[in-house]
């Protein structure tokens, strides 16, 4: 190799590295999750931050469990400490004035824990739910995902059902409840991931969304405070997502997968 051409390859691979390394330092996760917020305070002298502890529903994979027979999960209470911005003063007052209340909040698990924050857990906007539902026209970032997702109502006329393809081919079925939370992960390939509530039985299950446009309006309809139906497809493969269970409809007014006359 000459030595011009040996220069070239350091020059590009230390570039790679460095844009990689940049790349690694950005948002792992994004998303909303329903949660009851518990504590929050300020702290810190050089560089102040607002503390919290919220409570979010979780499950214990390790359950044993009839799968097939939907017995699965029994949901599970966790404790999380998250951090906010002083700069975010909307969201501050917010959290402020609805200490031990059920909440809807939008955040963002950082790769490596900003200097400003003490945890990786970064809530950058709360808000309640209500008994509005969903409307259309969903609204995206600058960037081509979704972080307004469920701020506002985007026009006059709201919809009650949005569906995509089916990606399973073992089982599709309905259940009523509610999705509980929602966060697009990963960096290099990103996937929609989420747990819903299984009313019916008392239960939550792990879900993905393959369907961008689905994940769209699952985060607008995690502002409605009441029940809807969920259509749920079941994949023998998982692929790169986490679960084999898609949601391939939202339903605000009857069961899913209902055909129509």
């Avoid at 702290?43 to 931050?49: C, N, P, Q």
């Avoid at 017995?71 to 966790?78: G, I």
């Avoid at 059920?102 to 950058?124: D, G, W």
């Avoid at 339903?251 to 055909?259: K, M």
Wanted: aromatic share 12%; hydrophobic share 35%.
């Amino acid at each position: 190799m000459s030595p011009r051409k040996f220069f070239a390859f350091v020059i590009f691979t230390q570039l790679f590295f460095f844009s990689t390394s940049l790349f690694s330092l950005g948002t792992y996760s994004e998303g909303w999750t329903v949660a009851k917020l518990t504590q929050f305070e300020s702290s810190g002298i050089i560089y102040e931050s607002y503390e919290g502890v919220i409570e979010v529903t979780v499950y214990d994979p390790a359950e044993e469990c009839d799968m097939a027979r939907d017995e699965c999960f029994a949901p599970v209470r966790k404790k999380v400490q998250v951090s906010v911005r002083p700069e975010n003063a909307d969201v501050v007052n917010f959290l402020s004035k609805n200490l031990n209340q059920t909440i809807l909040i939008q955040f963002n698990i950082h790769r490596i824990k900003p200097v400003a924050l003490s945890t990786s857990i970064e809530i950058v906007d709360a808000q309640y739910q209500d008994s509005k539902l969903p409307h259309t026209s969903p609204v995206k970032d600058p960037s081509g995902r979704i972080t307004v997702w469920v701020t506002a109502h985007d026009t006059a006329t709201p919809i009650d059902k949005m569906t995509s393809r089916k990606t399973g081919g073992k089982r599709n079925f309905s259940v009523t409840g509610r999705i509980l939370s929602l966060e697009y992960k990963g960096t290099m390939v990103g996937t929609y991931e989420g747990i819903y509530l299984d009313e019916s039985r008392g239960k939550v299950h792990p879900f993905s969304i393959t369907s961008e446009e689905m994940a769209e309006f699952a985060w607008k309809a995690m502002k409605y405070s009441g029940r809807y139906f969920l259509g749920v497809s079941v994949a023998f493969v998982v692929g790169v997502r986490e679960s084999n269970y898609d949601i391939f409809e939202i339903n605000f007014r009857e069961p899913a997968g209902t055909q129509s006359k």
